[in-house]
């Protein structure tokens, strides 16, 4: 039989784990977008460089 306790650290440690996941998900998106911007700009200049060279 479960007490009031355990119940009590069963949320808390669940709702530990949705701010760990929930960090995750956010690092991840962050690394993503400065991946996207990064690659971009490279992309951008390239094509500069051509039409500074026509």
Known sequence: ???R???MDRK???VML???VALGVF???VGICAGLIYVFR???NRVL???AIS
């Open 49 to 51: 460089d051509i039409i």
């Open 42 to 44: 490279a992309y951008g």
């Open 5 to 7: 306790k355990d119940n």
């Open 18 to 20: 949705e701010y760990v």
């Open 27 to 29: 690092l991840a998106m």
């Open 1 to 3: 039989m479960s007490t």
């Open 12 to 14: 808390s440690g669940q």
